[in-house]
């Protein structure tokens, strides 16, 4: 009946291999950025939209009646960052551009409250279908930061899922890569239901344990613990989403543009896992406490030594005082090989407007050619 498909279900059966390609670059946009100082500045057309398979405009929230909350009126719509971002599209016509509500400060309340009543989350499925018919986006990412219930998380996805399918809305996810720590997911009815998976494969230290460490390492470190080893780390984390039962085609491993950056209790001993006397202070761009962007490193520490670890596949740089855990190009290229080994969607970026966009590091966008470079070959 269906002549096209059955051989290669045969060669699936005979191989074990799942067919598919590696093949996604999801990049989420912190749109906030058009109002960073100096070259922190970025606005939605200094998005190359080649280098991008999807781009995820951050962020919507909710209000409480479910429908979507405009966080920016002057930016989103009187300055058309909304439209803008979208109109990347007539650059690249394979572009999909999605809508992303919630967000790490949007906090789980509302989220909680929609997921537990059926006409909030109808009247959130409307509201977002209205959102992307005036603004042209091609579906939702939801990043709840963090579910409360298993079964309320699948409620809300599947309701926003049969409201999208008629007209071919895409839906996303973000999720928390260290499950065990929160309510939990049901991993096979997610994969079912959604588009992508994005696995927020970062953050896996906390700046003020009081010692330096890795924001993203691809694998666990030699010196951790076994259980540090068996939870914090970008491979740990993929594979406790596909032996949980998650198709990889559906699976986006994160790649984080950014580090953790601390002051050194001592410079001379600027190791992995030396003391540290405070998270560092804010950029000038990305203005968060214990965190540079990967611009910021490249801007104003271009004289920093540069170690990278063998273990952990991430480098680390010392600059004085000061320390940072972070990704470079070396790095996000070997987590693209990650991701092919392992078959997944792809990869996602948080956030494209903190790379190396004038090139202080090298070339321009080094980290997202890296990336591009990488998934092409
Ligand atoms: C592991 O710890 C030992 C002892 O502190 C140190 O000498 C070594 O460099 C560490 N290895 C790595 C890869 O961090
Ligand atoms: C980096 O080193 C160069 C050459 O020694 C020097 O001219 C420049 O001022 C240094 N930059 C910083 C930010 O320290």
């Given at each position: 009946m269906?002549?096209?498909i059955?051989p290669?279900c045969?060669l699936?059966a005979?191989t074990?291999q799942?067919?598919?390609?590696t093949?996604?670059v999801?990049?989420?946009?912190?749109s906030?950025?058009?109002t960073?100082p100096?070259?922190g500045?970025?606005?939605?057309?200094d998005?190359?939209?080649s280098?991008?398979?999807?781009?995820?405009?951050?962020?919507?929230?909710?209000?409480?009646d479910?429908?979507?909350?405009?966080l920016?009126?002057e930016n989103?719509v009187?300055q058309?960052?909304?439209?803008r971002?979208?109109?990347?599209?007539?650059?690249?016509?394979?572009?999909?551009?999605?809508l992303?509500?919630?967000?790490?400060?949007a906090?789980t309340?509302?989220?909680?409250s929609?997921?537990q009543?059926?006409?909030?989350q109808?009247a959130m499925?409307q509201?977002?279908?209205?959102?992307?018919?005036?603004?042209?986006?091609?579906?939702?990412?939801?990043?709840w930061?963090?579910?409360?219930?298993?079964?309320?998380f699948n409620?809300?996805?599947?309701?926003?899922?049969?409201?999208f399918?008629?007209?071919g809305?895409?839906?996303t996810v973000a999720v928390?890569s260290?499950?065990g720590?929160?309510?939990?997911?049901?991993i096979?009815?997610?994969s079912n239901v959604l588009?992508?998976?994005?696995v927020?494969?970062?953050?896996?230290?906390?700046?003020?344990?009081?010692?330096?460490s890795?924001n993203s390492?691809?694998?666990?470190?030699?010196?951790?613990?076994?259980?540090?080893?068996?939870?914090?780390n970008c491979?740990?984390?993929?594979?406790?989403?596909?032996?949980?039962?998650?198709?990889?085609?559906?699976v986006?491993?994160?790649v984080?543009?950014y580090g953790?950056s601390f002051?050194?209790?001592?410079?001379?001993?600027h190791?992995l896992?030396d003391?540290?006397?405070?998270?560092s202070?804010?950029?000038?761009y990305?203005?968060?406490?214990g965190?540079l962007?990967?611009?910021?490193?490249?801007?104003?520490h271009?004289?920093?030594?540069?170690?990278?670890?063998d273990?952990m596949?991430?480098?680390y740089?010392?600059?004085?005082s000061?320390?940072?855990?972070?990704?470079n190009?070396?790095?996000v290229?070997?987590?693209v090989?990650?991701?092919k080994?392992k078959?997944?969607?792809g990869v996602?970026?948080?956030?494209i407007?903190t790379?190396?966009?004038?090139?202080?590091?090298g070339?321009?966008n080094?980290?997202l050619?890296?990336?591009?470079n990488e998934?092409?070959?």
């Amino acid at each position: 009946m269906f002549p096209r498909i059955i051989p290669l279900c045969l060669l699936a059966a005979i191989t074990g291999q799942v067919f598919g390609a590696t093949d996604k670059v999801i990049c989420y946009y912190a749109s906030w950025a058009v109002t960073r100082p100096g070259n922190g500045k970025f606005v939605p057309e200094d998005i190359n939209p080649s280098l991008c398979t999807h781009i995820n405009y951050a962020f919507a929230g909710l209000n409480t009646d479910g429908t979507l909350q405009i966080l920016d009126e002057e930016n989103d719509v009187n300055q058309g960052g909304f439209k803008r971002v979208s109109a990347l599209k007539e650059t690249n016509p394979n572009l999909k551009v999605l809508l992303s509500v919630g967000g790490a400060t949007a906090g789980t309340d509302v989220f909680v409250s929609i997921s537990q009543d059926a006409q909030k989350q109808q009247a959130m499925a409307q509201s977002a279908i209205e959102f992307f018919e005036t603004y042209d986006f091609d579906g939702l990412d939801v990043d709840w930061e963090y579910p409360n219930s298993k079964e309320g998380f699948n409620t809300l996805l599947s309701a926003l899922k049969g409201a999208f399918e008629p007209g071919g809305y895409l839906l996303t996810v973000a999720v928390n890569s260290i499950p065990g720590e929160v309510g939990g997911y049901d991993i096979p009815a997610m994969s079912n239901v959604l588009d992508l998976i994005n696995v927020m494969t970062y953050d896996f230290h906390a700046i003020f344990a009081g010692f330096t460490s890795e924001n993203s390492p691809l694998y666990g470190g030699v010196n951790e613990s076994d259980w540090q080893q068996e939870n914090r780390n970008c491979d740990a984390a993929i594979r406790y989403w596909l032996d949980g039962g998650a198709d990889p085609q559906k699976v986006a491993m994160g790649v984080a543009f950014y580090g953790h950056s601390f002051i050194l209790q001592n410079p001379s001993n600027h190791g992995l896992n030396d003391p540290t006397q405070a998270p560092s202070d804010p950029g000038p761009y990305t203005d968060n406490l214990g965190s540079l962007g990967y611009n910021e490193v490249c801007e104003f520490h271009p004289n920093g030594t540069v170690v990278f670890l063998d273990d952990m596949k991430v480098p680390y740089l010392y600059d004085g005082s000061f320390w940072i855990g972070y990704d470079n190009e070396e790095s996000v290229a070997l987590k693209v090989q990650y991701a092919k080994e392992k078959n997944l969607a792809g990869v996602f970026i948080w956030s494209i407007e903190t790379d190396d966009m004038h090139g202080f590091c090298g070339e321009e966008n080094g980290l997202l050619k890296a990336i591009n470079n990488e998934i092409k070959k």
